[in-house]
């Protein structure tokens, strides 16, 4: 019994030791806080990569998310992401955050 308490009391330390610098909280990244408030000008353009990295730094969010037409969406709310709704046609109707 001692000898196997031997054998695991350094990989149990080991779990121990290794915390996050910085603790990690689901759903969010830390730093980025999406505000939708300018992004009306977006509304009618193509939904393209190079709108859609428009769109992250316009509002300061991690993660973009494109919702296609008749596409079921999840409904938990992230503070670090922007939906970006999309017609029939691929162009823009409609951008929140969460």
Do not use: Y
């Not at 806080?33 to 300018?38: F, I, R, S, T």
């Not at 596409?71 to 992401?81: G, I």
């Amino acid at each position: 019994m001692t000898r196997k308490l031997l054998l695991i009391a350094p990989a149990m330390l080991a779990a121990c030791s290794t915390a996050p610098a910085e603790p990690l909280v689901h759903g969010e990244t830390p730093g980025h806080e999406c505000k939708a408030d300018a992004t009306d000008h977006f509304l009618g353009q193509a939904g393209t990569s190079e709108t859609g990295a428009a769109i992250l730094r316009a509002t300061h969010a991690a993660i973009l998310r494109w919702a296609p037409p008749g596409t079921m969406m999840t409904m938990e709310f992230r503070a670090d992401r922007v939906t970006v709704a999309l017609g029939p046609d691929n162009r823009i109707s409609r951008i929140n955050c969460g």
